[in-house]
């Protein structure tokens, strides 16, 4: 650009460029080319057609005006330096003297503390869960009203005793011959609960029932109501000389609790 204002400073040229009736701008004169060159290089090259040039005073006539300029090689972009000097890998210190000198020595070892950590394992893992079941378990309080015993030579026959055993009364009947009779030789089939009499008993002459009523859980009264058994005064159930109900709300028998006969059936054990 500078070569083209110092021409024109110094020569007056032609106008190359004049505009169209249309109003597009038209310069046949002027050439424009450009170039891709192999090296590079970028050259465009402005030519002026050939015209009678104005001289100044002082300057020679050197025929048609030709100018060109050129670009530098635009230089490539740089790029980032990514690779790194490879250090050696540091040296692994030898353990040759610290190896067993003898292979099957060195398995045999490995294989005793192996099982040793299994064994030792073992041992602690069953350790805690057994304190941990033992923090479960019931206290000696607790185990003392697990169970109850009761002297049977003091209960007379034909007589009831009432005791307690783990927050509930227990029914304990001392039946007579008769009421053995009489409690077996009913048609219990149509009962609402139906059990017979020789699956409530362990011993015919002794009768342990649960005092609680099947109803409500009120405690029924001893040798009460229609059939000569116990009788609830609640809502009105009445229950036979095998704790069986028989009339009123009740819908079951009263409960047999576990129980056994020990020390040649002079006690009963509940529980």
């Known amino acids: 650009m500078a070569t083209v204002h110092a021409a024109k400073k110094y020569a007056t040229l032609s106008p190359t460029v004049r505009t169209l009736a249309s109003g597009v701008p038209s310069a046949p004169s002027v050439n424009l080319a450009a170039r891709a060159v192999a090296s590079g290089m970028v050259t465009a090259m402005v030519q002026l057609a050939p015209g009678p040039t104005p001289q100044r005073s002082g300057l020679a006539d050197t025929g048609p005006l030709q100018m060109a300029s050129s670009t530098s090689r635009t230089s490539p972009p740089r790029l ?6 490879v250090k050696d890998a540091p040296e692994v210190p030898d353990f040759s003297p610290y190896t ?6 060195n398995r045999a070892l490995s294989y005793f503390m192996i099982g040793s950590m299994g064994v030792l394992s073992a041992s602690v893992a069953q350790s805690t869960v057994t304190e941990f ?101 609640c809502h009105g159930s009445h229950y036979d000389i095998s704790g069986r109900a028989r009339k009123g709300p009740a819908p079951l028998n ?8 020990s020390e040649a059936d002079e006690k009963l054990v509940i529980g």
């Not at 099947?214 to 405690?219: A, D, E, I, N, Q």
């Open 133 to 233: 079941l033992r923090t479960m378990s019931a206290s000696a309080d607790v185990l003392a009203l697990a169970k109850v015993e009761v002297e049977l030579a003091s209960i007379p026959e034909g007589k009831n005793v009432v005791i307690k055993w783990r927050g509930k009364p227990v029914f304990i009947r001392h039946r007579t011959q008769q009421e053995i009779e009489e409690a077996r030789s009913v048609d219990w089939k149509h009962f609402r609960d139906p059990q017979p009499d020789e699956d409530r008993v362990k011993k015919p002459e002794w009768l342990v029932m649960l005092g609680v009523c099947t109803h409500l859980g009120c405690v029924p009264i001893g040798e009460a109501g229609d059939y000569g058994g116990w009788f609830c005064p």
């Open 100 to 105: 067993a000198k003898s292979e099957p020595n």
């Open 80 to 85: 980032l330096h990514t690779s790194a000097p």
């Open 254 to 261: 009263l409960e047999i609790p576990q129980y056994e006969f």
